[in-house]
């Protein structure tokens, strides 16, 4: 529900498993102190590259991203504009091991029990079956290289990026049709990247569009570095946040009656 619940529940989760060879042997800080600490002093980078051009962005996201880098500048962060790599390289990189690595952990259960699976589920997953070994092997390269451009460009002299998480805010239920992807659903969330990469990224409301639904922007950082991305986005929360805003009575009770039905 806030920042703090995050560094509460990830100072629980990491750290070294013995049981685990994949995990890594880092130190774990006290996270729920580390997000108290405040924003001075950190180096902020922003990239509108991604999201500020494009038509199917909507303008209160990139109003409400500028309004949080003028927060982090007043109480005492370094914020400037970087370039990134393109987005699309990031999304097309990701969508091959997506596909290729849920097929393959999925292969036995699709072939024989494919209707087992929700629609979209198995339209998503089954291209993985056309994926060959030289398209994997080349996606693995080009997230290798997509992970050294922003350790270097971008953390090797900033502390956190700020990005935008979603281009619009939720969709209709009625939106969605019944293939994917849905033809009127426009909300790309642009979170892809960073699964790539396996940067640490964190999701911040930072209010409401006029639609009256919520948007939020993303702050992400170095590998290992949590400490970093919780304290700006504790900063942004405690300035912007509007976490305890709820449904007018009218929608709420029509919910209630929804769900007693």
Not at 38 to 65: C, F, K, N, Q
Request: charged letters at 20%; glycine letters at 10%.
């Amino acid at each position: 529900w806030t920042v703090g619940d995050a560094a509460a529940a990830l100072s629980v989760v990491a750290g070294a498993d013995p049981a685990d060879p994949r995990t890594a042997d880092v130190p774990v800080p006290d996270y729920l102190a580390e997000s108290a600490r405040g924003v001075a002093g950190l180096r902020v980078a922003h990239s509108p590259g991604w999201y500020a051009g494009d038509p199917a962005t909507m303008p209160e996201i990139a109003t409400g991203i500028e309004r949080a880098l003028r927060v982090l500048e007043r109480l005492g962060a370094t914020v400037e504009q970087v370039g990134l790599p393109g987005y699309e390289l990031f999304n097309a990189c990701g969508r091959v091991i997506f596909a290729a690595e849920a097929f393959s952990a999925h292969e036995r259960q699709l072939r024989t029990h494919p209707r087992s699976f929700g629609r979209f589920t198995y339209q998503r997953i089954m291209p993985g079956a056309g994926i060959c070994a030289a398209d994997l092997l080349r996606a693995y390269q080009v997230r290798r290289h997509l992970t050294r451009a922003l350790s270097g460009t971008v953390f090797g002299r900033y502390d956190v990026l700020i990005t935008a998480c979603g281009q619009a805010t939720a969709a209709r239920w009625d939106d969605f049709g019944p293939d994917w992807p849905p033809p009127k659903l426009v909300n790309d969330m642009q979170t892809i990247p960073f699964s790539v990469t396996g940067h640490p990224a964190l999701s911040v409301p930072i209010g409401f569009a006029g639609n009256g639904l919520p948007i939020g922007l993303q702050v992400v950082g170095r590998a290992f570095d949590e400490a970093s991305v919780l304290r700006v986005a504790a900063a942004i929360e405690a300035e912007l946040g509007q976490r305890r805003t709820r449904p007018s009575e009218p929608v709420a009770a029509a919910e209630q009656a929804g769900r007693t039905r």
